[in-house]
């Protein structure tokens, strides 16, 4: 399993507030699309969890807006995993303009059956490497 990942992601017009900024609630659609991107990089994907009768729920999200990015800027998402236990996962989200930071966050995943009872982590979650923060990512 991966523990990071980047995309690439253009503001669309409708993403965007009347003044052609991008509006604060589609960041948290952008991570959604970096963790769901992640996944797939590494083999995985949510419809297999989903038909195993296993759905993630989010139970923690926090967006820090540094910059605001604009109509048709091209962003570059990194999804990073920061902690996995054996009922959660922890994403950092770094959302840069070239090398500008532009907002960082942090969403916590839960797996639940269908009636909401907590799921462990399937292995091959638990099994991601994940390293130690650099540099470029301290606050």
């Not at 995309?7 to 409708?14: D, E, G, K, L, Q």
């Not at 923690?60 to 604009?70: D, I």
């Not at 959660?88 to 303009?97: S, T, V």
Request: with cysteine.
């Amino acid at each position: 399993m991966l523990s990071e990942h980047e995309i690439a992601i253009r503001v669309r017009y409708p993403e965007c507030d009347p003044g052609g900024f991008l509006h604060h609630s589609r960041v948290f659609i952008y991570f959604e699309m970096g963790r769901t991107e992640l996944l797939r990089a590494s083999g995985g994907n949510y419809r297999r969890w989903e038909e195993s009768g296993l759905y993630a729920v989010v139970v923690h999200a926090e967006c820090r807006y540094l910059k605001p990015a604009r109509y048709d800027d091209l962003l570059r998402l990194r999804t990073i995993v920061r902690r996995v236990t054996g009922v959660k996962i922890e994403h950092e989200y770094l959302l840069y303009r070239e090398e500008e930071l532009l907002c960082r966050g942090r969403v916590v995943l839960a797996l639940v059956d269908a009636e909401g009872r907590i799921q462990p982590i399937p292995e091959e979650m638990q099994t991601v490497h994940v390293e130690p923060r650099r540099a470029d990512r301290a606050k």
